[in-house]
């Protein structure tokens, strides 16, 4: 396939997209329906990103809740200081009922709507930054980080239970106004909404150059064999640490719409098991393709609300088995099976995943 | 003077405690490579065996000893089930087995619930172990003490095992070299099975002594499984005396800054301070020295 048949598919794929996100859902789904889309969109930006890191970058980042957490914490932050400023009081409503009669310090910066839009973009692509460089640089890979990510998960959520300043494990909700306007307003929710449908489209148009740039190339050679990259005369850290910024920058923004549009942000949201669930419609999406993940995360999160209404207790067994499945027997995740039935490719090659996008490039 | 004792002896309770719940890791994690997410959730089951087995026999303080032995092999067969029928797919996809046994812990959590309910069940603790002993003027509970005297025998036990007994050298030997093992006429799937079936059983002991300190519940596992996993990484893979020494000096560090701090500002300084020792020691205090360019 030629690189202009290609491109001509992406952008044809592109547009279907924006008609079937801008045009035909709002036009066919009720307002709470499009609301808990916009909820699935939020997880779906996220899915986005690991799939660059995990899929294409083999880090399995178990502390996406982390970046997440951060994003939707400081909206969250920036929303209650509004809400209390209308309202004419000092402080967010939950602080006074706790006696607290002065905005702790770090709550301060965030009363303005630029620092927050500015921290939403910048402070979880910072920690990850940090973390990156600390982890990376020193070559701690494969099950240290996928252990040092998910403890950095437990120390957030643990942080967060603990401070009183945070909500606690209560979070923070309630939230009346988004920079201004009502978020009753049905109209405003409808916005959100498109808001939350362009950020994905925009991030899977940037992951898109990502993957298909030779950086994309070099992602995916550190993933398979490092030390030949190494000796190439790159420093694989450097690659590394450019997917995982890039998707943690990717569930902060996820986090900061997830909370005008959900209404709560809580520890629960951003804890160990949030972080590892996320990782599951990227797996049966299949992980290393760009659109697996996203629609691997939309039909996760569609399956999730349907079920968890009828069965209860039901839900976690069906994540559990859909985790020991698609893990266990199809590490490619469904995006595989097509690739299975249009090519004989062998999908038990030794610590590969398949990797159909690329795969159908070479003809 | 009886305030660092004490926090010394609080550290060192918690050091046990983390020893117990990463010592059958070492073998797993450290040793075959395999993380494994579900021992969070055997841990429990070795809880919820104590439980069991107290309603059983309710009699008395014999019912702790009968919980420990049944524990293990609660525990044990739990993990070389695990072995059999997943983990032996997947050795050479070391990250998958991270999620594919988090799904069986999972499940294994949704079990606990439904089948013990969600609220928290309690094991009454002997009569034997009710009270403190007074050391340097901090008094420290029985129980702790113990949990401490427990942690130490299943050091000793195991190290005795992999030293010292044949099926310990057969594990060793397919840990060190799966080829050469094969070719000596070891089994290694059977030594595989045997491996996890020691680990996971240390974590059924885990749990059983977890009910000395506090109650059962279905995510009573998954609280102590992180910490777990950092003490292996800290101590360095497949190292037993690296354990020992990263578990005690986690716990004896977390009891001091958690004093003059709070718990959970003392989990993020901790967390932070194992990434700044990863930095100097990426392998951990006892790296297993190789060849390899990695």
Not at chain 1, 289 to 308: D, I, N, R
Not at chain 2, 10 to 28: E, F, N, R
Not at chain 2, 207 to 228: F, K, N, P, R
Request: glycine share 12%; hydrophobic share 55%.
């Amino acid at each position: 396939m030629s690189t202009f048949v290609q491109q001509r598919r992406a952008w044809l794929g592109f547009a279907l997209a924006a008609v079937l996100l801008f045009a035909v859902a709002p036009a066919v789904l009720s307002e709470f329906r499009l609301n808990l889309l916009g909820k699935f969109i939020c997880y779906a930006i996220v899915a986005v990103g690991i799939g660059l890191a995990w899929g294409r970058g083999g880090m399995l980042t178990l502390g996406q809740g982390v970046f997440f957490g951060l994003g939707a914490y400081i909206m969250a932050m920036h929303l209650k200081i509004s809400d209390a400023d209308l309202r004419g009081d000092a402080v967010p409503d939950f602080m006074s009922i706790a006696g607290i009669r002065e905005l702790p310090s770090y709550w301060v910066p965030f009363a303005s709507p630029l620092v927050t839009i500015l921290g939403i973009l910048f402070i979880p692509a910072l920690v990850a930054l940090v973390l990156g460089l600390g982890v990376f640089k020193r070559r701690v890979k494969g099950a240290y980080f996928a252990i040092l990510s998910q403890a950095l998960a437990a120390a957030f959520a643990i942080l967060l239970v603990g401070q009183q300043t945070t909500g606690g494990s209560n979070g923070l909700n309630r939230f009346r106004t988004f920079f201004g306007f009502d978020l009753k307003d049905p109209a405003n929710k409808q916005m959100l909404f498109f808001i939350a449908a362009g950020v994905l489209l925009a991030v899977v148009a940037i992951t898109r150059q990502l993957m298909y740039s030779r950086y994309g190339e070099l992602l995916v050679a550190v993933r398979d064999q490092e030390e030949r990259v190494r000796f190439l005369g790159y420093d694989p850290a450097n690659v590394k640490i450019v997917a995982y910024v890039s998707a943690a920058f990717f569930a902060g923004l996820a986090g900061a719409l997830f909370v005008p549009i959900v209404g709560i942000v809580s520890p629960n949201d951003v804890g160990i098991v949030p972080s590892i669930a996320f990782l599951i419609g990227v797996a049966i999406g299949g992980r290393s393709t760009l659109l697996g993940p996203v629609l691997g995360a939309l039909g996760v999160a569609w399956a999730q609300t349907t079920l968890s209404e009828q069965f209860p207790s039901g839900w976690t067994y069906a994540q559990g088995l859909m985790f020991i499945v698609v893990v266990g027997f199809f590490p490619a995740g469904v995006a595989g099976l097509f690739a299975l039935r249009s090519r004989k490719k062998a999908a038990d090659e030794p610590g590969a995943v398949i990797d159909v996008e690329e795969k159908e490039l070479v003809t | 003077m009886d305030v660092v004792v004490g926090q010394l002896f609080t550290g060192l309770s918690i050091g046990s405690i983390l020893l117990l719940a990463a010592l059958g890791l070492s073998l797993t994690f450290g040793q075959m490579g395999v993380i494994n997410m579900a021992h969070g959730e055997f841990i429990m089951a070795g809880s919820y065996t104590a439980y069991v087995v107290q309603q059983l026999f309710s009699t008395g303080g014999a019912s702790l000893f009968i919980s420990l032995i049944v524990g293990f092999f609660v525990g044990g067969a739990m993990g070389a089930l695990l072995e059999v029928t997943l983990i032996r797919r997947m050795y050479h996809r070391p990250l998958d087995t991270l999620l594919v046994t988090f799904g069986v812990g999972l499940i294994l959590q949704q079990c606990a619930r439904d089948i013990f309910g969600a609220p928290a069940v309690n094991v009454v603790s002997p009569g034997w172990l009710s009270g403190g002993i007074d050391i340097l003027g901090a008094v420290v509970p029985k129980t702790r003490i113990f949990i401490l005297i427990l942690a130490v025998i299943c050091v000793l036990a195991l190290s005795f095992a992999l030293a010292k007994t044949p099926m310990g050298r057969r594990i060793r030997a397919v840990v060190q070299n799966r080829d050469l093992a094969e070719t000596s006429g070891i089994s290694s799937r059977r030594t595989d099975i045997s491996t996890f079936f020691i680990g996971s059983g240390l974590a059924g002991v885990a749990g059983v002594a977890l009910t000395l300190i506090g109650s059962t519940s279905s995510t009573v596992g998954q609280s102590y499984l992180i910490d777990a996993f950092l003490v292996v990484v800290v101590g360095g893979l497949g190292q037993i005396k690296g354990a020992v020494i990263a578990a005690f000096a986690l716990g004896i560090l977390n009891s001091f800054i958690e004093y003059s701090t709070t718990a959970s500002i003392a989990k993020v300084i901790v967390f932070v301070l194992i990434v700044f020792f990863l930095q100097a020691r990426p392998q951990g205090l006892f790296a297993v020295k190789t060849r390899s360019l990695v």
